[in-house]
């Protein structure tokens, strides 16, 4: 098993997060962490991307809306990038997050639509 990474940079306001890898019971915690410390305050929001991810359960889906939650609170959009092609679209249809207003297929099409929020 490939652990998660995250790898964030600043782009024109934005934090884009690339997650790839797996996230699971071992290590949901850990990837959550970075993804909310790699969002400065000063940012306008995050794009989380999970076009390389290639496996998540369930604790791994739970921090990541966790991520999100803490995220708005701190009054920062957040949205979540995952092609129709990804291993895990299937698992966001089950669960109904691919009908989510935060979800889109590209980093691009997650990233105007938070420019146009604000």
């Known amino acids: 098993m490939e652990l998660a990474r995250v790898a964030a940079s600043l782009e024109d306001g934005l934090v884009i997060a690339r997650l790839s890898g797996e996230i699971d019971l071992t290590n949901a915690a850990e990837i959550a962490d970075r993804l909310f410390r ?23 889906v739970y921090v990541l809306l966790q991520v999100l939650e803490r995220l708005g609170i701190r009054q920062q959009e957040a949205r979540l990038v995952l092609p129709d092609e990804s291993p895990l679209f299937r698992l966001f249809t089950i669960l109904s997050i691919d009908k989510s207003p935060g979800l889109h297929r590209t980093v691009q099409q997650a990233a105007e639509r938070i420019r146009t929020q604000s």
């Open 38 to 60: 790699a969002v400065p305050h000063t940012a306008q929001g995050v794009v989380i991307d999970l076009s390389d991810l290639r496996y998540i359960d369930s604790r791994g």
